[in-house]
């Protein structure tokens, strides 16, 4: 045993959900330290500032390895850096990526290693998978675990082949009669929160609709703002990410969203009573290359999350969404104000 503190590695750390949680772990034991695994394709270390900023834990004090997961050795890595667990964020998420190659080289390959050299020193992982794996289902019920499998595109298909590949482990452990090793997959519903801004086309629609009002449009819905979307607060995320590394729960795959749906009118209606305003949504029709890949309904089901990590969401969408649009507005009028000189 060694007297170095406590460590955590987080890959995608510099990213929206990876910097909450990066900061969100330093609030939770200020003496840990967070290894941040990010090759800055999209992340930035501004989000790891402005993370820690609103915890409040004070300036980052983690280190940060500037490779992409897949040029990481990664048990040398765990040997040497014996982290409590490992939270595997990384991976390109923009679902309009088209590259079948480019996305299954940065999300899949990489994904075996990090599960096999966790599992062979017995380090907790927590991985993200998606709600992509589940396509678009006939019917507009909660998605239950087993409805996954037909993604809409690349992304969910990345997705699915990282779960399926801890399946197999599992079965494998299964068979020899061993207890399935410590392997946690969330499939992340649709994201929102603060810290989302350099996302750009990717960021929430909560985001991108507040932003749109803010600057005087009407925002724009496809047409006729009906989807449903399962949207989930970030604050919310970043517990059952953490919630997953803990002593006593069941390893398997889980949704992590917040149970139920919320329409695109109804996030402008939030954005409405957030403002103050009364705008009425502007609708165009869906572009034709995003018909056949696009989720019009999700919704998760969380009853298995419940029972396996003992975990439920703390936040409904539309409170959530009201009071990040209100701190949209607080962020854009702290980025306009005028630096006092000394």
Not at 155 to 173: C, H, I, N, P, T
Not at 189 to 214: C, D, I, Y
């Amino acid at each position: 045993m060694t007297n170095r503190p406590p460590s955590y590695i987080v890959t995608g750390g510099a990213g929206f959900i990876g910097a909450n949680l990066v900061a969100e772990l330093m609030r939770r034991e200020p003496g840990a330290l967070v290894y941040v695994v990010d090759d800055f394709r999209t992340g930035s270390y501004a989000n790891i500032v402005e993370a820690c900023e609103r915890a409040g834990v004070g300036p980052f004090t983690g280190s940060v390895i500037s490779d992409s997961v897949g040029e990481l050795s990664w048990q040398p890595a765990l040997l040497g850096l014996e982290p409590r667990a490992v939270f595997h964020l990384a991976a390109i998420t923009d679902t309009l990526e088209f590259d079948e190659q480019k996305m299954l080289r940065a999300n899949t390959e990489p994904f075996a290693e990090i599960l096999e050299s966790c599992i062979e020193c017995d380090v907790p992982l927590v991985y993200a998978s998606s709600a992509a794996t589940y396509g678009s289902p006939k019917q507009r019920t909660p998605f239950t675990l087993e409805m996954a499998g037909q993604p809409n595109n690349v992304y969910g298909f990345s997705k699915w082949l990282m779960d399926a590949e801890v399946f197999r482990f599992f079965a494998q452990r299964r068979a020899a009669g061993e207890k399935p090793p410590h392997v946690v997959g969330l499939r992340y519903f649709n994201v929102f929160g603060p810290g989302e801004a350099r996302k750009g086309k990717m960021a929430s629609m909560v985001w991108h609709l507040t932003n749109q009002v803010l600057d005087g449009k009407q925002p724009g819905l496809f047409n006729f703002g009906e989807h449903e979307r399962d949207q989930v607060f970030v604050d919310d995320v970043v517990g059952c990410t953490i919630a997953g590394a803990a002593a006593g729960v069941t390893p398997g795959v889980y949704n992590l969203g917040s149970g139920r749906t919320t329409s695109f009118n109804q996030i402008v209606e939030a954005i409405n009573e957030a403002l103050g305003t009364s705008v009425e949504p502007r609708y165009f029709e869906m572009p034709d290359e995003m018909v056949s890949t696009y989720q019009h309904y999700t919704c998760a089901d969380m009853s298995m999350t419940k029972k396996g990590l003992n975990w439920s969401p703390a936040w409904s969408p539309m409170d959530a969404m009201i009071r990040y649009a209100r701190q949209i507005v607080t962020d854009r009028q702290a980025a306009h104000s005028p630096v006092e000189a000394d």
